[in-house]
């Protein structure tokens, strides 16, 4: 008689999951195929077949517009599940319910009831399940447990071999498409639109944020195909007005069927307007055909977060963090930086990942950043700083380029010239420190200036 498979040992604590989970495939590492996910989910009873669901893909903008998305749901009475990657601090972030991260309780039961089928899979499919396809298994399966009404996933990368794909959500959200991944996904917006269409499915409802006409021509074609109902930003719904304000700015929204004037908005930027207006449509688009009530509208609005977003995590001097890692966010940072703030000086402290455009970041805040610290974060992906150095030396000129491998060192740093030059410049306003670059550098730097406060 052979002996049965040996199960895998339950984990007991956070730090147990995060290392059998970190174990695994890294995220940046990608086999592109759904055969693990499926298989996986099959084993686990297709517990993403047990609640609706509204997916978004996009280069920027997924997570504030996802957390806008289920704080809105949560105003209409729905229990709500949330899944957005990648994490600023914690792992378990990744999964919410009800708007809160999964305790380190939950997320260790969340691990132990998805862990036994793990191996299953890992032993029959060519390549074993990755980080990312074993933490989308324990999201679906935790939210039919808890049992969730909605579920309102953010992709991973990308669209069609995405683990996440294996939903069919009534509602598919593609925010603006731009460049970043290349290396997985294509080097031109077009090709990467194809790939991210992939969520689109049969009979959704597809809520388009503003796009290039090329990329706009792929997404409708796909939509086309699959017979869905295509609403765009700029025809359906839109930001009617916006002005910035304490705190963040207010908004007019143009929804699906009704216009909401007067929303406060407690993010910075029209990029988070834009985002909101997204979410708004996404709602409505779920929720069917009536129009959502005015007041749960400017409620869940006013209550949204958005964590390493243009936060603002201390005072005396200001500390903003953003985790921008592409141009296009580094834009839309910039503007929003110009348009709601009068730092003088602003100085950045930035680290970023190996894979990224750093020459695209740097070029994009060179415009607004007086000095800019170099630094790396804690991972074996961070450039290095002195590269990243001597990258910035090109754009900024020597002069405006420190260098300052440790990441704490760097934002002190970063304060001091802040400060001083605050006191040259007292009648312009005030010294700033934006700290950018990359999530994981953003995440660090949070955790870091949290234990200060």
Request: aromatic share 6%; net charge negative.
């Amino acid at each position: 008689m052979t002996d049965a498979p040996e199960a895998p040992r339950l984990a007991e604590t956070f730090d147990e999951v995060e290392d059998a989970l970190l174990s695994r495939w890294p995220e940046t590492k990608l086999e592109p195929s759904l055969d693990r996910i499926e298989a996986f989910i099959e084993l686990l009873g297709e517990p993403q077949r047990s609640f609706r669901s509204i997916h978004l893909t996009g280069t920027n903008g997924k997570t504030s517009t996802s957390r806008m998305i289920e704080t809105l749901l949560r105003a209409l009475d729905l229990r709500t599940g949330r899944f957005t990657s990648p994490h600023l601090e914690r792992m378990s972030e990744r999964i919410s319910i009800d708007g809160e991260p999964l305790d380190d309780e939950a997320f260790v039961r969340a691990f132990n009831d998805v862990a036994p089928y793990t191996h299953l899979v890992d032993a029959e499919q060519d390549h074993p399940l990755s980080f990312f396809e074993t933490i989308v298994g324990m999201a679906y399966a935790a939210f039919a447990d808890a049992p969730v009404d909605v579920a309102v996933v953010e992709v991973g990368m990308g669209g069609s071999w995405d683990a996440t794909n294996v939903i069919d959500a009534d509602v598919a959200v593609v925010l603006p498409i731009a460049v970043d991944h290349a290396k997985y996904l294509g080097d031109d917006a077009v090709t990467i639109a194809a790939e991210k269409a992939g969520i689109i499915k049969p009979g959704s409802i597809v809520v388009l944020a503003e796009q290039t006409p090329e990329v706009a021509a792929v997404l409708l074609e796909r939509a086309a195909e699959t017979g869905a109902t295509v609403t765009r930003e700029g025809m359906e719904f839109g930001v009617v007005a916006r002005t910035p304000a304490v705190g963040g700015q207010v908004v007019s929204l143009q929804g699906l069927r009704a216009r909401y004037d007067d929303v406060f908005l407690p993010l910075y930027g029209a990029h988070q307007a834009q985002n909101a207006a997204v979410a708004l449509a996404a709602v409505e688009a779920f929720a069917g055909t009536g129009v959502l009530d005015d007041d749960v509208v400017r409620a869940a609005f006013a209550e949204v977060t958005s964590p390493g977003r243009l936060e603002i995590i201390r005072r005396s001097p200001t500390i903003l963090l953003d985790a921008a890692h592409n141009p296009h966010g580094a834009e839309a940072a910039a503007a929003a930086l110009e348009d709601s703030f009068s730092f003088s000086p602003l100085v950045g402290v930035m680290g970023v990942m190996e894979d990224k455009d750093h020459e695209g970041l740097l070029a994009a805040f060179e415009p607004y950043l007086e000095h800019l610290v170099c630094t790396q974060n804690s991972t074996p992906r961070s450039l290095s700083a002195a590269a990243l150095g001597r990258a910035a030396v090109e754009v900024f000129g020597e002069d405006r380029v420190s260098v300052v491998p440790d990441l704490a060192d760097a934002i002190d740093r970063a304060a001091t010239l802040a400060e001083a030059g605050e006191a040259i410049n007292v009648s312009i306003g005030a010294g700033a420190v934006l700290v950018t670059g990359s999530v994981v550098t953003v995440g660090e730097a949070r955790s870091l200036l949290k234990g200060r406060r």
